[in-house]
C-alpha cells in the first residue's frame, strides 16, 4: 500500500514540475511588419493605392499585411497563400485602421501559439484640427497554427492602463484553446472607445 502511495505521490509531483516548468517557459519575442523589413508584393494600385507585403515571423511563420481602402487585414501562416485562407485574412474593421510595425510573439519554449499587436481605429466622432478622425488603439490577440488563425481578443489601450498584460494573459490563457468561428472574440478588462469601434457592424 505505502509503495502505491509512494508511486502515486512520485507521479503527481512529475507532473505538478512539469506544469510549472511550462509555465515558467511562457514568453515573448517580437518581430517587425515595417515596410522596410518586408516584401512588397506587385505594386501599389494607382487606383486605390492598395498595397500587400509579406513579413517574416517567428518558427517558420510569415505575417501578410494587406491594406485597401485605408483599411488593413493581418493574416498569418507557413506562406502567403496559407495565410490568405486563414480567417483572420477576412476580419475587416469597418472604420479606417492601420497596425503598429511591432508584432508581439507568445511563445510556450520556442513555439509560438499567440501574437499581439496594436492596432489604431479612427474615430470620425472626434476629428482633429484638420478635420482628420484621431484614432483609438487597441491591441488584438490573435491565435496562430496548428489550426486556424483568427482573433481571439481585444483589449483597449486607451481604457486599460495594463493592456498590455491583459493582452498576454489572453493568450496564454484562451488563444490556444480557442474555436474559431465558434468562440467569441473576448474582451479583456475595461471596454472602451477603441473596442466599440472594432467591434461596430
Not at 509555465?23 to 518581430?31: E, K, N, P, V
Not at 488563444?175 to 467591434?199: H, P, Q, W, Y
Amino acid at each position: 500500500m505505502k509503495r502505491i502511495a509512494f508511486h502515486c505521490l512520485t507521479v503527481l509531483l512529475t507532473c505538478l514540475s512539469a506544469d510549472h516548468v511550462a509555465a515558467q517557459s511562457m514568453g515573448s519575442t517580437y518581430s517587425s511588419t515595417a515596410p522596410k523589413d518586408c516584401r512588397q508584393i506587385g505594386k501599389p494600385s494607382e487606383l486605390d493605392g492598395s498595397t500587400t507585403r509579406v513579413c517574416p515571423g517567428k518558427s517558420g511563420l510569415i505575417v501578410l499585411i494587406a491594406e485597401d481602402d485605408l483599411r488593413e487585414i493581418v493574416s498569418v501562416g507557413r506562406n502567403r497563400k496559407a495565410a490568405a485562407e486563414e480567417p483572420a485574412a477576412k476580419v475587416w474593421f469597418a472604420p479606417f485602421n492601420s497596425s503598429e510595425a511591432t508584432v508581439e510573439w507568445r511563445s510556450a519554449g520556442t513555439k509560438p501559439f499567440a501574437m499581439i499587436q496594436r492596432w489604431h481605429i479612427a474615430d470620425s466622432t472626434d476629428p482633429d484640427k484638420q478635420g482628420r478622425p484621431n484614432t483609438k488603439a487597441m491591441l488584438v490577440v490573435t491565435r496562430l497554427p496548428p489550426g486556424p488563425v483568427c482573433h481571439v481578443a481585444y483589449v483597449d489601450a486607451i481604457a486599460n492602463p495594463t493592456a498590455n498584460e491583459l493582452a498576454r494573459k489572453a493568450a496564454d490563457d484562451f488563444a490556444r484553446s480557442f474555436t474559431c468561428g465558434k468562440d467569441e472574440v473576448k474582451i479583456m478588462g475595461n471596454s472602451g472607445r477603441a473596442v466599440e469601434l472594432a467591434t461596430m457592424r
